[in-house]
């Protein structure tokens, strides 16, 4: 298996860390998306055609793109992923969410502040904070009671939520008003073969 992978993307640390959590063995493909590696001919044609990492490439050279299908796909089967239909669909309802309310609102946020986009779209910024603290307050709701999202478990619900929730700060959010979702980031980060990401993005990713 090969994974097409930037360091800095936190959509790609989801699947670094369940495939080291599931103890896998993979070849990880450096994409310099800052570079536009990503958006080459090659890879539009052969890897992903939104242009986007990661991507995980199957042993029979299938491409699968988009993070959290790739976890889907990796956990099948494993104790990430909970036996009952039931709590199969709630891990989708929650990773869904991920994809609207988190990825696109706090890693955008990240994205732009990290790498110095964010003054020139203030407004934007703005707004997307506003949004991703009442994602967060949504998540603090659900956790106020439980352990974890689905099943009262550690499941593949839990590592796509926590790659963009626990960098909230990198957005300008304070986790502090978020007392359940810290408790919960904690007791993610004691799982068996965590480690910290994603990493800061290239020097290249910065605009001046
Ligand atoms: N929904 C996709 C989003 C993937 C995505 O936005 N990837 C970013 C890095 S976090 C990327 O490759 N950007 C490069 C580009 O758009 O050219 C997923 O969850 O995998």
Known sequence: ????????????????????????????????????????????????????????????????????????????????????????????????????????????????????????????LARRIEIGRASLAAMNRHLESRAFFVAERYTIADVALYAYAHVAGDARIDLAAYPAVRAWIARVESQPRWFAGPDAYGANARVT
């Open 1 to 124: 298996m090969r994974l097409f992978d930037y360091a800095g993307s936190g959509n790609a640390y989801k699947v670094r860390l369940l495939l080291a959590q599931l103890e896998q063995p993979y070849e990880r493909v450096h994409v310099d998306i800052a570079a536009g590696a990503s958006r080459t001919a090659d890879f539009l044609a052969t890897k992903n055609l939104a242009g986007r990492v990661p991507v995980l490439e199957l042993d029979d050279g299938t491409a699968l793109p988009e993070s959290n299908a790739i976890l889907w796909h990796l956990a099948r089967g494993s104790r990430f992923f909970p036996e009952a239909p039931l709590d199969q669909s709630k891990v989708l309802q929650w990773m869904f969410f991920e994809q609207s309310e988190i990825e696109p609102i706090l890693g955008s946020a990240r994205y732009w502040i990290l790498t110095g986009r964010d003054r020139e779209r203030a407004d934007e």
